[in-house]
């Protein structure tokens, strides 16, 4: 399969996260807190979406059981996981995917989310269900369920390309069921998904930012698409896929602020490379940080979005 894809895994073990970190985020309340993210490590999700690189980081077969608890220990472990108020399991997959996380391990990883007030994992839409409802039992009523979905675009024909496997129907259901189940929702977007029209692009951004909003999304995430999993290096050379510029990023984040719907974030994450050389890279990142940190941009009053500034 990797020599197909021409990309290879990285080395992975079930006995540690593949990565953790501590981070601050802004909470809909306004607070800004500290929380963990772990990147877990299990088998590949079933899906393979056109542009997921997350299979990299995964193991080629199922992990054993209670594998999931044992790295959550190491993270908790290495991370001192004091001051902190919330926790993101992320397991490049769906978190309720059985294949992936047991359901016989519900409940040591419920145990080891006691003492954080938030718990946010990730999901496809197709497995939004039971499973979802028994791990938000375990965790109890003092600790919230995030569920995170990625949406990537509302474009209905780009979606289908990227062959996530459910419509936007499919998704709004889904995004029902978790917040009348108490859940909150979480959506990742892709900024500039192959498939959708270069002329149309913004457009599809904006579109995605309010559907997701309409879903009742709070945070909405904006995910640069990038290289790395084969697949979009093939279409980048097929000149069907090219990087996001900075300043589709810059107009994704001041749109759905301005929208004064709830919080958008904007990913980060390795943006130097995919940029690639910028004149003034840093100082843009940097503006984009500090809007992700004070949800405004700390001079427009229009887009600031309603809570103290930090
Ligand atoms: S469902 Fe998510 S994790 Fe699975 S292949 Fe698609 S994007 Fe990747």
């Given at each position: 399969?990797?020599?197909?894809?021409?990309?290879?895994?990285?080395?992975?073990?079930?006995?540690?996260?593949?990565?953790?970190?501590?981070?601050?985020?802004?909470?809909?309340?306004?607070?800004?807190?500290?929380?963990?993210?772990?990147?877990?490590?299990?088998?590949?999700?079933?899906?393979?979406?056109?542009?997921?690189?997350?299979?990299?980081?995964?193991?080629?077969?199922?992990?054993?059981?209670?594998?999931?608890?044992?790295?959550?220990?190491?993270?908790l472990r290495e991370s001192g996981a004091c001051e902190l108020h919330w926790v993101k399991?992320?397991?490049?997959?769906?978190?309720?995917?059985?294949?992936?996380?047991?359901?016989?391990?519900?409940?040591?990883?419920?145990?080891?989310?006691?003492?954080?007030?938030?718990?946010?994992?990730?999901?496809?839409?197709?497995?939004?269900?039971?499973?979802?409802?028994?791990?938000?039992?375990?965790?109890?009523?003092?600790?919230?369920?995030?569920?995170?979905?990625?949406?990537?675009?509302?474009?209905?024909?780009?979606?289908?390309?990227?062959?996530?496997?459910?419509?936007?129907?499919?998704?709004?259901?889904?995004?029902?069921?978790?917040?009348?189940?108490?859940?909150?929702?979480?959506?990742?977007?892709?900024?500039?998904?192959?498939?959708?029209?270069?002329?149309?692009?913004?457009?599809?951004?904006?579109?995605?930012?309010?559907?997701?909003?309409?879903?009742?999304?709070?945070?909405?995430?904006?995910?640069?698409?990038?290289?790395?999993?084969?697949?979009?290096?093939?279409?980048?050379?097929?000149?069907?896929?090219?990087?996001?510029?900075?300043?589709?990023?810059?107009?994704?984040?001041?749109?759905?602020?301005?929208?004064?719907?709830?919080?958008?974030?904007?990913?980060?994450?390795?943006?130097?490379?995919?940029?690639?050389?910028?004149?003034?890279?840093?100082?843009?990142?940097?503006?984009?940080?500090?809007?992700?940190?004070?949800?405004?941009?700390?001079?427009?009053?229009?887009?600031?979005?309603?809570?103290?500034?930090?």
């Amino acid at each position: 399969m990797e020599s197909r894809r021409g990309v290879a895994r990285v080395p992975v073990s079930a006995d540690r996260p593949y990565a953790w970190l501590r981070e601050q985020e802004r909470q809909a309340d306004g607070r800004l807190t500290s929380g963990l993210t772990v990147f877990l490590v299990n088998r590949e999700c079933p899906w393979r979406c056109a542009m997921c690189d997350l299979w990299r980081y995964t193991l080629p077969a199922k992990a054993p059981p209670e594998s999931i608890p044992r790295q959550m220990d190491v993270a908790l472990r290495e991370s001192g996981a004091c001051e902190l108020h919330w926790v993101k399991l992320y397991n490049a997959g769906s978190f309720f995917d059985l294949g992936a996380i047991p359901a016989e391990d519900y409940p040591a990883i419920a145990e080891r989310c006691r003492g954080f007030s938030r718990v946010i994992v990730e999901c496809h839409p197709s497995l939004v269900g039971a499973p979802l409802l028994r791990f938000r039992d375990l965790l109890g009523p003092g600790t919230q369920l995030e569920v995170a979905m990625g949406l990537e675009t509302a474009h209905p024909k780009a979606l289908e390309q990227l062959n996530k496997r459910f419509d936007l129907e499919g998704f709004r259901r889904a995004a029902r069921f978790i917040r009348e189940n108490g859940c909150e929702l979480r959506v990742f977007l892709l900024v500039r998904p192959p498939f959708v029209p270069v002329a149309e692009v913004e457009a599809w951004l904006e579109r995605s930012i309010e559907f997701a909003f309409d879903c009742g999304a709070d945070p909405v995430v904006l995910i640069p698409t990038r290289l790395g999993n084969g697949a979009m290096e093939r279409l980048a050379s097929m000149g069907l896929h090219s990087a996001p510029s900075l300043d589709l990023l810059e107009h994704g984040m001041y749109f759905g602020l301005g929208l004064k719907r709830g919080r958008v974030f904007v990913d980060l994450w390795d943006v130097e490379q995919l940029m690639g050389p910028h004149p003034d890279l840093a100082s843009r990142r940097a503006a984009l940080e500090r809007m992700n940190t004070i949800q405004g941009d700390g001079l427009t009053p229009a887009i600031s979005s309603g809570f103290d500034r930090a």
